[in-house]
């Protein structure tokens, strides 16, 4: 089986993680920390860097740090992973969904104008897949309506938009090192932030709200979401190669890209978009032949040992969400359609060209026969 995605691990990568263990330094009171978030700091070019133990975990801190009220709004995609619901959900407020567009699946800037309202206090732009929202239009109608912006940057690590790095734009930048992101610590996240406010409200989190004077006697609640010094350090390795990681992806997805571009079936995005760059996290195509699905087309790559994976399925079609009565909006046609028909394919670091001569060979025989 060919599959989706798998971490890659090199001697490097090892070795570092090796020496940590026999150093002892196996918990978060470890040297590499703090090095890895200084490090990844300098790299993105923020003040400072709270490294957590999943991007998950990042968003959460991040919206907690904010001090949002009771039913204050919180806009963000209604195409993304449930984390950025979740993170807002529990600390009392309320997600409002916005549709993604066709053009590059990211958060449509009209959707977000027709929904913001007097009690929208934040909102969390999610880079998707691959290419970055156009952060000045989101900027300028933010700062019009005295909205704060979390960028979740976990799947364009290392991406750049206008000379400045994704996760850098907004009060609060969120990241992930999961297996299949391009640096990973296994699991683990980073919040990166220029507020020293921010920093310390994060960093305090992150870590029970330990009391300053007495350690156990604390003024607020947190959470254990403290990375490793043996994460780290695997961090540490991995974040000297992103370049070159960076590099190979998108390779990998120019590849594919000159392959399918020509099957009018399908919806693959370019390498490049007028002012934007592709970072080819995943590659994903959208089908546009309503008669197939991508679960049955992923079901058919599965029998020729080939996995493929469905995208993100929309908020407003989440079922605990609609317990919650959290939908307060329900047409979200764009969303709908790419959960529908869309679908990625195996682009992991070190994928041969044999291979993906033959993902596609088999996923053109698929879309001709279906």
């Known amino acids: 089986m060919i599959p989706v995605s798998k971490p890659k691990i090199t001697k490097q990568d090892i070795n570092k993680v090796l020496k940590s263990l026999k150093d002892g330094w196996v918990s978060s009171d470890g040297p590499d920390v703090i090095k890895f978030e200084k490090n990844f700091a300098n790299f993105i070019g923020k003040k400072y860097c709270i490294s957590v133990s999943s991007g998950t975990a990042a968003l959460e801190i991040a919206v907690r740090s904010l001090n949002l009220k009771k039913n204050d709004e919180v806009i963000i995609p209604n195409f993304t992973i449930i984390s950025n619901a979740l993170a807002v959900i529990r600390q009392g407020a309320k997600p409002v969904f916005v549709d993604c567009n066709m053009d590059d699946w990211n958060i449509d800037l009209e959707d977000i104008k ?215 909006y329900k047409n979200f046609p764009n969303s709908e359609y790419i959960s529908t028909y869309g679908l990625y394919l195996p682009s992991y670091l070190g994928l041969k060209k044999k291979d993906l001569d033959r993902i596609i060979t088999v996923l053109n025989k698929i879309l001709t026969n279906y």
């Open 114 to 328: 027709k929904k913001i309202s007097k009690r929208t206090k934040v909102i969390i732009v999610t880079h998707i897949y691959s290419f970055s929202n156009r952060m000045e239009k989101i900027i300028s109608l933010c700062k019009k309506n005295n909205i704060k912006i979390i960028e979740d940057a976990a799947e364009v690590i290392g991406l750049k938009y206008k000379n400045k790095y994704c996760g850098t734009y907004g009060e609060l930048g969120t990241f992930s090192f999961y297996a299949n992101k391009h640096i990973t610590t296994g699991e683990g996240g980073m919040i990166c932030t220029d507020s020293y406010k921010h920093y310390l409200k994060c960093k305090s989190l992150r870590n029970l709200c330990f009391g300053k004077k007495n350690r156990f006697n604390h003024e607020d609640l947190g959470w254990n979401y403290r990375m490793s010094n043996l994460q780290a350090s695997l961090g540490l390795s991995q974040l000297k190669r992103i370049k070159k990681v960076i590099k190979e992806k998108i390779s990998i997805g120019k590849y594919y890209y000159n392959k399918l571009n020509g099957n009018k079936d399908i919806q693959i995005l370019p390498p490049y978009k007028k002012d934007l760059k592709n970072i080819y996290w995943v590659v994903g195509i959208v089908i546009k032949n309503k008669k197939k699905k991508a679960i049955n087309i992923i079901n058919k790559q599965k029998k020729n040992e080939i996995e493929a994976k469905l995208f993100f399925w929309p908020m407003h079609k989440q079922n605990i969400l609609k317990k919650m009565n959290l939908v307060k």
